[in-house]
């Protein structure tokens, strides 16, 4: 029987750009040679991880210590080498000796990991608190009657609801395999395809003045109906893609908070704008501009946060969420025409369809996937992020431009062509004329 080269990698796991010292001995029951033993030190995938300094191990008779860990006496020699880990990954450590008709060459695997980095923790911080205040605004912008008759007739949110979970998932899987990704990314853009729309769907709705109560409706439905169809897609199409069942769990908790970001914020800023209906104008009249200057920081920060992520990503990958973005929007569109044949309605369905929830996707990653896999699979979330609001900022620039153009003809027709927008517009809540009148009516009634 052969010595084995032994290598204290510890959990055999690296911190990305931390280079680490590993220890080597080799142990046997005695030392018959009298040269040492010299022993190169490689990995299979040099863009993962590459051996630092000299690759050679040398094992000496001179640094022969004495072990007395069990019944048997026996020798070993030690050295050390440094090991980089660059990229995320899996490799493995290749152990070849200067005689191989003596020692048996040997292999270790190693997985790269990401270190947790404070600013990325100060980022999601940041656009939790981005959603909370932007919901709080749309709250104070939505009026009740209209939410009233998108809840009294759901055709239109029973769409963006089939368009969400019958058409993403599906979609997202032929994008991965038509764009040839490999099975951790075709995994990633499976689970961001598979999950509800997201925050910017609200946002855009109410930038491109579509119909910001259907938004909201949709948003809270789709969010529920993710607790069982997110990981019924996710399982039954992610078995074709690895060969193994992939373990999903819902992080259901994270679904409820996602939940309550929406509803309690809206619901607080239609009380607010009810009992201070002068502040809740002055609050709408903020929110464009809050919303521009909040997304600007945003998205230099987030290039900063994730310009690791962005540069791994091949051209296929940001193919593939470009793809998933434009295609999901359109067919939304399209089916939102020919169902509700309203224009503000089918462009709050585009929207709902094509703007997944990037946490969630990155929670479902991540707790479904091992390190380094949640990780390298968390960058197809961030380059969706970045790509899925182009449609919809072309859609608003055209729209500036033409209200432009109205404001100069001195004409006030919709975009939607609905008429005179001024007939679309009404109180966020009830003001207290308007429960004076109710309550008089009442009393006459009586």
């Not at 399209?334 to 990037?358: A, P, Y």
């Amino acid at each position: 029987m052969y010595p084995h080269c032994i290598a204290e990698f510890g959990n055999s796991v690296l911190i990305q750009n931390v280079e680490t010292q590993v220890n080597v001995s080799l142990s046997c029951g005695q030392w018959p040679w009298k040269d040492g033993i010299f022993y190169t030190v490689s990995t299979e995938d040099d863009t993962t991880a590459v051996i630092t300094g000299d690759p050679h191990i040398y094992l000496h008779p001179s640094d022969l210590v004495q072990s007395a860990n069990c019944s048997n006496v026996s020798v070993y020699a030690v050295d050390s080498f440094n090991i980089l880990g660059t990229t995320l990954g899996r490799t493995t450590v290749l152990f070849t000796p200067n005689s191989t008709s003596v020692f048996e060459p040997v292999d270790y695997d190693i997985s790269v990991v990401q270190a947790h980095s404070l600013i990325n923790n100060i980022f999601l911080m940041f656009i939790g608190v981005l959603i909370l205040f932007c919901n709080f605004g749309f709250g104070c912008v939505i009026c009740l009657p209209k939410l009233r008759a998108v809840l009294s007739r759901p055709l239109a949110p029973f769409t963006g609801f089939v368009c969400q979970f019958l058409i993403m998932a599906p979609l997202a899987f032929g994008i991965g395999w038509l764009c040839d990704l490999d099975p951790v990314m075709r995994l990633g853009i499976l689970a961001l395809g598979a999950c509800p729309g997201g925050g910017g769907s609200n946002m855009f709705a109410f930038l491109l003045e579509a119909d910001l109560e259907l938004s909201v409706t949709m948003t809270t439905v789709s969010t529920v109906g993710a607790l069982g169809f997110t990981p019924l897609w996710v399982w039954f199409l992610g078995r074709f893609i690895i060969q193994e069942h992939p373990d999903v769990t819902i992080p259901a908790v994270n679904i409820v908070i996602t939940l309550a970001s929406v509803i309690v914020p809206v619901g607080l800023g239609m009380l607010f704008s009810w009992r201070k209906p002068r502040w809740g104008d002055k609050v709408a009249e903020k929110l464009k501009p809050f919303i521009w200057t909040a997304s600007l920081i945003f998205i230099s920060v987030a290039l900063i946060v994730y310009r690791d992520a962005l540069f791994r990503a091949s051209w296929r990958l940001f193919l593939a969420c470009n793809a998933l973005a434009a295609v999901g929007q359109l067919l939304g569109l399209c089916i939102g025409m020919l169902i509700t044949r309203d224009k503000k309605k089918s462009v709050t369905i585009m929207l709902e369809t094509g703007f997944q929830n990037i946490s969630l996707a990155t929670f479902v990653l991540g707790v479904s996937l091992p390190a380094p896999e949640h990780q390298i699979a968390g960058a197809v979330p961030v380059c969706y992020m970045f790509v899925a609001s182009s449609i919809p900022t072309i859609m608003f620039i055209i729209l500036k431009v033409w209200q432009c153009r109205q404001r100069k003809q001195n004409k006030s027709t919709d975009f939607y062509g609905k008429g005179d927008s001024s007939e679309e517009n009404c109180r966020p809540m009830l003001s207290y004329p308007d429960i004076v009148d109710i309550t008089d009516v009442k009393m006459t009634q009586i």
